[in-house]
């Protein structure tokens, strides 16, 4: 037997992994536990590796069972899709989705993502929230939320992440930077998390501490300092010569863009939207 010929077992799977407990996965989806562990077991048998670890806590997936996990859960919201597709029209998509993000993303990006969606599903709604990415994780896993585009790292095992684009920050300075003006440091919080920077911080005596990139962006370019920022928002400035790296060959701290949701979320308008999001931002950014 293969794995193919066991694919409803996956749906049992997966729910025992996002509700943590086989307590907890048989009330949600109104199988019996003893039904739970048994497809466990075959799952475990046919494939000829642990998946789960049981505790008083609950369920640990080993390395084997996340794997299974991921995979499994793509192949259920592509079902789900499928589905979906087949017995409904476009227009028949609707409700409200509320998509966290940051304010560089909200700007550049959603705009023509949003009107792209209206026109292939008019009877959804579609809001933004924008905020700092630990609030919108925070919102997330209180329900508040949909879905997230943030900075960062998640570590909640209640949601589900995928990096988008690896970047980091580096220091620039404009053409217009002036010798008073080169002890300025014009940074973003997150640039500084690392204690690598510190030391580099050190050659500064004035600190500008700005809540969005555009604002450090703007500064940078009008020459009141030294900028911190990722690549991928100088990099506009840089082709124009506007810009240019103080460090070239360094790399600082990591600022990667990351989509999450929660592992719970079982809404086909959702995973549309987040799957739409995900494929559009690999192309916006250069993927």
Known sequence: MRLRDHIEKLNYFV???????LRKASAAIGVGQPQLTKVIKQLEDLLETQLIIR????ITTTKDGQLLYDEGKRILRSVDKLEF????????LNGEIT???YDSISRYFFPDFIKYMNSLFPKLSISLYTSRSDDLLSKLRKGKIDFAVFVGKNKSRELESKVVYEDHFCFYQSNKLEKSFTKSLIYFPSALEEDSMKEMTKNFS???NCMNLETVLSLTSSGLGVGLLPTKVAQEQILSGK????????KFTPHNVSIAKS??????EVNIVYDEVLRFLNIWLGH
């Open 15 to 21: 729910a025992c992994v996002e509700h943590g407990t």
């Open 55 to 58: 505790s008083r806590q609950g």
């Open 85 to 92: 597709s087949l017995n409904q029209s476009n227009e028949e």
């Open 99 to 101: 998509i966290g993000t």
């Open 206 to 208: 004035v600190f500008h």
């Open 243 to 250: 810009l240019k790296h103080i460090y070239p060959s360094q």
């Open 263 to 268: 592992k719970k979320s079982d809404s086909i």
